[in-house]
T-cell receptor
Framework: KQEVTQIPAALSVPEGENLVLNCSFT??????LQWFRQDPGKGLTSLLL?????REQTSGRLNASLDKSSGRSTLYIAASQPGDSATYLC????????????FGAGTQVVVTP | GAGVSQSPSNKVTEKGKDVELRCDPI?????LYWYRQRLGQGLEFLIY????????KSGLPSDRFSAERTGESVSTLTIQRTQQEDSAVYLC??????????FGQGTRLTVV
């Protein structure tokens, strides 16, 4: 059974610092891994999608890496801003379980001005 | 459509009533998911559709919960005899079979 863990559960950094969020998963047989952002009381916004054959994806200040063999992904957010404050979730789609999305519990990020 | 649409956005219902929540996925997306998120909690998987079939309904919490999908499009989540513990935001997502998932804004259900 796929299990997804996110560490740390919460993180507070001053504006301008780089953010490093970690996601680990137990079953490497995945189609892809996706990072989401959730603002309080809102739905989930997709940030980056990494297919199983890829090592990383980049979008603006965001960069996500994937090491399938070790079951790890890292989301880097460069030069953090107060607007980056949110909960960040990773989700993996495994090749068994009919490709169901399995989520981690999330990392709650606060960027202080 | 341009994105995943859920309706209603908010629903207040009396305990014991039945409710129906609707999800319109992105056109052409074969996979559809329902999740529940209680206040301050993480995402709780409910059911997964591939086309009109539900190969994984393991997350439905009780037989009061059911869901269907028709025309490989719209899905309806029905909660019968609602209880206060059903109060939550119900989120729907859709994707191509092995593609990225896109979420709707959710339906906030309050049972009073």
């Amino acid at each position: 059974k796929q299990e997804v863990t996110q560490i740390p559960a919460a993180l507070s950094v001053p504006e301008g610092e780089n953010l490093v969020l970690n996601c680990s998963f137990t079953d490497s047989a995945i189609y892809n891994l996706q990072w989401f952002r959730q603002d309080p009381g809102k739905g989930l916004t997709s940030l980056l999608l990494i297919q199983s054959s890829q090592r990383e994806q980049t979008s603006g200040r965001l960069n996500a890496s994937l090491d399938k063999s070790s079951g790890r992904s890292t989301l880097y957010i460069a030069a953090s801003q107060p607007g980056d404050s949110a909960t960040y979730l990773c989700a993996v789609r495994t090749t068994d379980s009919w490709g169901k999305l399995q989520f981690g519990a999330g990392t709650q990020v606060v960027v202080t001005p | 459509g341009a994105g995943v649409s859920q309706s209603p956005s908010n629903k207040v219902t009396e305990k014991g009533k039945d409710v129906e929540l609707r999800c319109d996925p992105i056109s052409g997306h074969t996979a559809l998911y329902w999740y529940r998120q209680r206040l301050g909690q993480g995402l709780e998987f409910l059911i997964y559709f591939q086309g009109n079939s539900a190969p994984d309904k393991s997350g439905l919490p009780s037989d009061r919960f059911s869901a269907e999908r028709t025309g490989e499009s719209v899905s309806t989540l029905t909660i019968q005899r609602t209880q206060q513990e059903d109060s939550a935001v119900y989120l729907c997502a859709s994707s191509l079979t092995a593609g990225g998932a896109f979420f709707g804004q959710g339906t906030r259900l309050t049972v009073v």
